[in-house]
């Protein structure tokens, strides 16, 4: 009976302890994963130039924008999971992705 006990108490304990998580390491864990999620939106950025190139004709300016609108999505949509709405917007603002130009407002997915 005391072998089940311990058994049991040993269960609770690993339990308790995958379950407990403290406040701290998961503030520090949100801002490394946000850190990351730019980082990541910021080298899609540089490849999508490597890629594209420099737009010389309204053509490409289009494939541009609308790959930097699905590079500004993607970012917001994973964002989103991790923080609140108001937060996804000041950081959208904070980062540092191209404009898009008003004559490219149609590419738009979402006003932020």
Sequence with gaps: MN???MLLALFGLAAG???????VVESESRSGRVQAILEMAQEKVRYAREQIGPPRDETSRIVFYAAMEAIR?????????ILSEEE??????????????????ALRFRKV
């Design 3 to 5: 072998v089940v006990r």
């Design 17 to 23: 302890m995958a379950v407990a998580q403290p406040q």
């Design 73 to 81: 999505a993607d970012t917001e949509e994973k964002l989103s999971r």
């Design 88 to 105: 996804v917007v000041a950081v959208l603002q904070r980062a540092r992705l191209p404009a898009t130009p008003a004559r490219f407002e």
